[in-house]
């Protein structure tokens, strides 16, 4: 599962909680990052927390500016 939002493991590395959680020790996932299936069933992650991870767009070739006489 691919996450957006980061994700952070407690002091003891027992349980991952949010950002921003006062048990939030060390950075566990930061977004765009692709969780391993058995992280997010070993720790019941919420997948329809979710956003929608875009991809940046694709780059356009620029037109050349017509010249001027």
């Known amino acids: 599962m ?7 493991w407690n002091a ?8 921003g959680d006062p048990e939030s020790a060390f950075l566990a996932f930061s977004e765009s990052k692709d969780v391993p299936n058995e ?3 070993r720790f019941n992650l919420d ?8 991809k940046p767009p694709a780059t356009k070739a ?3 500016a017509p010249e001027t006489k």
């Open 2 to 8: 691919v996450i957006g939002r980061r994700l952070y």
């Open 12 to 19: 003891d590395r027992s349980k991952i909680v949010e950002h």
């Open 39 to 41: 992280i997010v069933d």
């Open 47 to 54: 997948a329809t927390k979710e956003k929608a991870v875009s």
């Open 62 to 64: 620029k037109a050349k």
